[in-house]
């Protein structure tokens, strides 16, 4: 996928726009979920009376909810000014190693020139991933702000084929955040993967 | 005061639930910019190294001759007793475990987590901490973790990881 970053502004938790790719309890029901997951965040590192910074970031969650379960973030670095105020379209992409099934790769570039700015990996993240998902997520009880982000080019990877999204799937929106397909531009209307639209409070 | 995670998603699915009264829906008044097609980092293409988020605030530069300053474990341990763990939706009965020095290349193999993207001898703080931490993730994943962990660039004061673990990990200093 790709996305317009945005200055976020987390309130007392974190408000963040990303993607994720998850294992939703593979092989079975009430097997542990996994996933790894890629966006702009800002997790408020004062909490009360600060407003943090937006950084780009990656994450995991692997056997999450059994004993032996992990989560782990990683900042990488703040977010280009330039990049939010000329809204320029950054690419995050979650990729299977061809050769090694437990290795996911994270990489966060320059939408228009290829031009990479993390690239990161997970060697360890064993998952057989059913879901791709994106949009916001929002934690926290008061003075959260993001103003409106866009998603595009959304696309699934298998192998060394990928495929640009062309189902609308499943929207839910909690109001705050809002979130939805820019009108006209569902994925089934278009040809680059729908916009998709975030913003909050 | 009551705190929530909330998402808003699509592609497949996602979950996401109103809390309070301020739940009205709006539509974007701002025109979307025109997508770009996706070009992608020629093969081994390498980003820049990770300088992760603000925290800590780093150390006056060391005068000339002198070993690069670095902040201390004082310094980290008042940051982090008086920071919720970055994340947690919740986080009880907590308490510091340890705070270690170590170069980054023993970060990822004591942890058992992917390596930090900086030098491998970049000195970094590691601060162990047990209690209940709930941290958020994507819908109808649920866990409490008995471990935290947070980890600082020792020279920049900057939060490079952090997160939940299942276990104790174990922690030597250099």
Sequence with gaps: MELTPVSLTSGDIFIDDEGWLIDYFSPSPGSAMSWVETGID???????????????????????????????????????????????????EIKQHPKKPATYGVTISEAASGTPLYTESCASCSMTPNTILEGQELAGS??????????????????????????????TAAHPPNAGWFPGNKPSETSNGGMFFTDCC | MRLSSKRVGAVIAAAAVCFGAACVQRSPATKPPKPVPIVRPPPGAVGIAATGAAAIAAPQTAQPGQPPSQITEADVRAYVSSHRVPGTIQATNVRI??????????????????RIDVSDQQPMWVVLLSGKFTFSGPPRASAVFPYAVEVFNARTGQLMQYGGLGRAPRITAR
């Design chain 1, 42 to 92: 800002n997790t408020n590192p004062i909490y009360y009376g600060g407003t943090g910074t937006t950084y780009y970031f990656w994450a995991y969650g692997l056997n999450y909810g059994s004993p032996g379960g992990v989560f782990m973030e990683y900042p990488l670095g703040a977010v280009s000014p330039s990049d939010i105020s000329h809204g320029n379209w950054i690419a995050f």
């Design chain 2, 97 to 114: 475990l340890s705070a270690t020095l170590v170069a980054n290349q023993q970060v990822s193999s004591a942890l058992g987590t992917p």
């Design chain 1, 142 to 171: 008061s003075n959260a702000q993001a103003p409106l982000a866009f998603f595009s080019y959304n696309s699934s990877i298998a192998g060394s084929t990928t495929t640009i999204q062309s189902g609308d799937g499943t929207v």
